[in-house]
């Protein structure tokens, strides 16, 4: 039996959870237990275009660390477990996915960037308890689709109309996976 998903809009607090532009990008939420690479890996090839940005706050696994040295993948050291990895290919796309499957499986939230001459050292996040994460250096109109990647799923803001709602994202999905409707706005 195929891994059920569902999409749908977020709830507010999801999208209450960034410092964002209003009005700027659409909201998606898309739910899956269980989450593994093929899932992430076949959204980001299907919905992106290189360079692909990943932002892991902290890398709590020393043979991530060791692996983005060893397979020489462009980095951006910005705290001392925090990176963001610049990826230009299928194959270092599959890597990033397969580590950010592990981290976010283990609590640690991950965000994903593409857009127009994205800098690392703008896609830096502030977070505090109390407030929204922010990206203070981001210039947003360079940025078509940002995706946060948490245990249970994640959600995509986007600028892009192939993808903007719950029915227009579910044909970049993996035919792997079937969508529970029940769960699903269907719009």
């Known amino acids: 039996m195929k891994k059920q998903y569902f999409v749908q809009y977020p709830d507010v607090s999801l999208t209450n959870a960034f410092v964002l532009p209003k009005d700027m990008f659409q909201s998606i939420a898309v739910g899956i237990r269980d989450m593994d690479t093929d899932f992430l890996f076949t959204l980001i090839q299907n919905i992106s275009s290189f360079p692909v940005y990943f932002v892991l706050e902290s890398v709590v696994f ?24 610049k990826i230009d290919s299928a194959d270092k796309l599959e890597w990033v996915c397969t580590n950010t499957v592990e981290l976010v499986l283990n609590g640690v939230e991950v965000f994903i960037f593409f857009g127009e001459d994205i800098s690392e050292e703008d896609i830096v996040p502030t977070r505090n308890w109390d407030s929204p994460t922010e990206f203070k250096n981001l210039d947003f109109d360079k940025v078509e689709t940002f995706i946060d990647v948490y245990e249970v799923g994640l959600t995509i803001f986007t600028k892009n109309e192939k993808y903007n709602s719950p029915k227009k994202v579910t044909p970049y999905i993996s035919a792997d996976y079937s969508l529970d409707l029940e769960s699903s706005d269907t719009e």
């Open 62 to 85: 020393k043979h991530i660390e060791t692996s983005i040295s060893e397979k020489n993948i462009s980095h951006y050291k910005f705290s001392s477990d925090g990176y963001i990895i």
